[in-house]
C-alpha cells in the first residue's frame, strides 16, 4: 500500500511556471501527478485542510490541502555543486579570495580529509538542499589523482555512500574533475575508467587549467564516448579574454553528435571578450547544442581580484546566451569553503543573485529566473519526465509566497517539500522544535 501522502489533492496552488500562471487543483496518486487543473478562481472549502494549519502529526497523512494561493515550483535543479569541498572553510581559507589560491590551499589540506570527512559534508549539504526545495543536485568532485590513488578514490568512495544515504530525499549526479596533465594519460585513464565503472555519472574537468587544454578537451571526449556518458567542463574560469577552451569543446561537441549531452559552467572569460567574438562563441555553443551553467555567488567572490577601479566581475553573458538560444542554468558552486565563503544551497538565494548580477529584474524577467533553477537545469541533468504535469513524478517546493515575484521581494524561509512520494520536510515543524527525518543523517546541520 503507498504511503498516505502519496495519495493527495491541492486546491489553490499558484503555478508560475504553468501556462497562464494563476491557481490550480492537483491531484496525486501514488505519488504521481494525476491531474492538473486550473481554477477559475480561489476554492473556499471546509474539506480541505489550510496548509498552514496542518500540525505535524497530520502534515504525513493528511489527503486533501489547501495551499492558500501560494507559490508550488517542481523540485529545484542545483546542477552545478561542490557537495565534497562544502562546510571545509574552517579548516583552509583563501586569504587573496581568488580562484588560484583556492586550488592550491585546498589541495594542500585534502590528504587530511578522511572518508568519513567527506561524506558526512556531502550527506549535510545534500539535505540542507533537499530542505530547501532541490530535488536533484549534480556534484563536481574533487580527485587529484597526482596525489595518489588512495586519496581520490577516498572522495568517490565518500561520494557513492553519501548518495545512497540520502537517495531517500534527494538525487545526486556525480562529474569527478579529472585532473589531467600530459604524461598522466594512463594512470588518469585507468582510474577514471573505474570510477565510472563504480556508478559515477559523468565526465568533469577544467580544461582551462591544463597545461595542455586541447590534448584535455580530446582525452576527456574520448572517455566520455567510450562510456557513453555526458560531458560537464569547467570552461573559462578567468578574467583573461583570450582564454577561450569553449571553442574547442563546442569542435568536439558538433564531431562527436554531443549535442544536448555537454555543459559548460562558469564562462567567466566571455564576459570579458570584446563584442564580436563573444557573438561568435556565443552562436556556436547555440549550433553545438552546448548548455551553459551561471554561478553567480562564486564568479561575484572570486573574479576581477586583480582590477582596479572598473572590476570585472566574472558573470558570463546571460541574456545574450539565453536569446541565443543556449540553455542558460543558474547554480550553487561552492558553499562555504574557500572557493566561496558563503552560501547555504537554497536556490531562491541564487536566483536572487543572477536576477541582480544578469539584470533579469523585469516582472517579465522573473519566469525566466525560474526557469533557470528548475526546468532548464533538469533538461541539462537529463531528467525525465520532469515538472508539475499529469504522468509525472510529484517533486514540488510550497513556498509562503502569493506572488512569483514576491519570492524574490522576500526569500520567503518557510518551505513545505515535497519529494519521494511523500512530505520530507517542512519548515514549520523546526520552529515547533520537531526536528526533520533526516537529523540523525544531517548531524543537525538545521
Not at 596533465?181 to 565526465?203: H, K, N, Y
Not at 587549467?209 to 555526458?230: H, K, V, Y
Not at 572598473?310 to 546566451?321: A, I, K, W
Not at 515575484?405 to 513545505?416: D, G, K, N, Y
Amino acid at each position: 500500500m503507498p504511503e498516505p501522502s502519496a495519495n493527495m489533492e491541492a486546491v489553490n496552488a499558484r503555478l508560475p511556471l504553468a501556462d497562464g500562471g494563476g491557481l490550480y487543483k492537483l491531484t496525486i496518486k501514488d505519488g504521481k501527478w494525476a491531474s492538473v487543473e486550473p481554477q477559475a478562481g480561489p476554492v473556499v472549502s471546509e474539506r480541505h485542510a489550510p496548509i498552514s494549519a496542518i500540525g505535524p502529526e497530520r502534515l504525513g497523512v493528511s489527503r486533501e490541502i489547501d495551499l492558500q494561493g501560494r507559490v508550488l515550483l517542481p523540485g529545484f535543479v542545483d546542477v552545478h555543486m561542490h557537495l565534497d569541498k562544502a562546510y571545509s572553510i574552517s579548516h583552509v581559507r583563501n586569504r587573496s579570495g581568488t580562484l588560484l589560491e583556492a586550488i592550491e590551499n585546498y589541495r594542500s589540506v585534502a590528504p587530511s580529509f578522511s572518508k568519513e570527512t567527506i561524506r558526512s559534508r556531502i550527506v549535510k549539504t545534500a539535505l540542507q538542499a533537499a530542505s530547501f526545495g532541490s530535488a536533484t543536485l549534480r556534484s563536481h568532485l574533487d580527485v587529484p589523482i597526482h596525489l595518489g590513488r588512495d586519496i581520490a578514490f577516498r572522495t568517490i568512495e565518500a561520494a557513492l555512500e553519501a548518495r545512497e544515504l540520502v537517495s531517500g530525499f534527494i538525487d545526486i549526479q556525480y562529474f569527478p574533475m579529472y585532473f589531467y596533465e600530459p604524461g598522466i594519460e594512463r594512470e588518469l585513464s585507468e582510474f577514471a575508467s573505474e570510477t565510472l565503472r563504480m556508478g559515477i555519472d559523468g565526465v568533469g574537468g577544467a580544461p582551462h587549467l591544463s597545461a595542455d587544454p586541447i590534448a584535455n578537451i580530446e582525452w576527456a571526449f574520448q572517455l566520455a564516448l567510450a562510456f557513453d556518458r555526458p560531458i560537464d567542463l569547467h570552461s573559462d574560469e578567468s578574467d583573461d579574454p583570450s582564454v577561450k577552451t569553449i571553442d574547442t569543446y563546442c569542435d568536439h561537441v558538433l564531431q562527436n553528435g554531443y549535442a544536448g549531452k555537454a555543459t559548460a559552467g562558469h564562462l567567466c572569460s566571455l564576459s570579458a571578450m570584446d563584442q564580436n567574438e563573444a557573438d561568435r562563441l556565443i552562436a556556436k555553443m547555440a549550433e553545438a547544442g552546448v548548455g551553459a551553467v551561471t554561478l553567480p555567488a562564486v564568479n561575484l567572490y572570486l573574479q576581477g581580484r586583480g582590477d582596479k577601479g572598473n572590476v570585472r566581475r566574472g558573470v558570463t553573458r546571460v541574456r545574450e546566451l539565453s536569446e541565443a538560444g543556449v540553455p542558460v542554468a543558474a547554480a550553487s558552486d561552492n558553499i562555504q569553503d574557500p572557493f566561496h565563503p558563503f552560501g547555504r544551497g537554497d536556490m531562491l538565494q541564487i536566483g536572487l543573485m543572477t536576477a541582480y548580477a544578469a539584470h533579469l529584474a523585469r516582472e517579465e524577467d522573473i519566469g525566466h529566473v525560474l526557469r533557470m533553477l528548475t526546468h532548464v537545469p533538469a533538461a541539462i541533468a537529463g531528467l525525465q519526465s520532469y515538472g508539475v504535469a499529469a504522468g509525472n513524478p510529484a517533486s514540488f517546493v510550497v513556498i509562503d509566497a502569493l506572488s512569483a515575484e514576491e519570492l524574490f521581494q522576500e526569500l520567503p524561509a518557510t518551505r513545505w517539500v515535497y519529494n519521494k512520494s511523500r512530505w520530507i520536510y517542512a519548515s514549520e515543524l523546526k520552529k515547533q522544535g520537531i526536528d526533520p527525518q533526516w537529523s540523525a543523517l544531517a548531524g543537525g546541520s538545521r
